[in-house]
């Protein structure tokens, strides 16, 4: 029987819950898993993957409507994107991304108060037995390791308009 080894996650199991954004106290406190900060947005290693390589690329501003974004927030968002997709590119080498907002619970949104936008590396196979059976996913690096691969390569291929 093969294990799964995932220590990250029982930390927050059962770890208290903080009040308020998660986002806007990371931004802050989790320094670790911000791996490039920019004029208005930030991003982010989701600390609890769907797949090793998981972003988020958030803004600074606290608020939950897209609507509500500035022009600067936006063009910032969007070419955070495309930096994102060349960082896990060169460094991960993936066969696609699943890139994407959810915006409100009913749509998937976990933390509907603060909008982000999350860049997820795909491959052929990733998605295996083991997650359509057992409901379990392997994620088969950690967090932190993932965050100071890709760290270096913002400096790389982030240009800022």
Same mark, same amino acid.
């Given at each position: 029987?093969? =294990? ?9 199991? =059962?770890?208290?819950?903080?009040? /308020? %954004? @998660?986002?806007? =106290? %990371? ?26 390589? !998981? ?6 501003? !606290? ?6 974004? $500035? ?21 991960? &080498? ?9 915006? /409100? ?12 936008? !999350? ?5 052929? /196979?990733? $998605? ?7 409901? @379990? &996913? @392997?994620?088969?690096?950690? @967090?932190? $390791? $993932? ?10 291929? !982030?240009?800022?308009?």
């Amino acid at each position: 029987m093969e =294990k799964i080894f995932a220590p990250w996650r029982m930390e927050y199991i =059962k770890g208290e819950k903080p009040d /308020g %954004c @998660v986002f806007c =106290k %990371c931004s802050i406190r989790c320094e670790d898993y911000v791996i490039y900060e920019g004029k208005t947005c930030f991003v982010m290693m989701n600390r609890y993957p769907y797949i090793s390589g !998981h972003l988020m690329i958030i803004p600074c501003r !606290h608020l939950s409507k897209i609507e509500d974004l $500035t022009a600067d927030e936006k063009m910032e968002i969007f070419n955070l994107t495309e930096t994102c997709v060349r960082v896990i590119k060169e460094a991960m &080498r993936p066969d696609g991304f699943n890139i994407g907002m959810n915006i /409100g619970k009913a749509a998937g949104a976990g933390i509907e108060e603060h909008i982000h936008v !999350h860049v997820i590396p795909r491959w052929q /196979g990733d $998605t295996n037995f083991i997650s359509v059976i057992g409901d @379990v &996913r @392997v994620i088969p690096e950690d @967090v932190a $390791t $993932t965050a100071a691969n890709l760290k270096p390569l913002f400096t790389k291929y !982030h240009r800022e308009d």
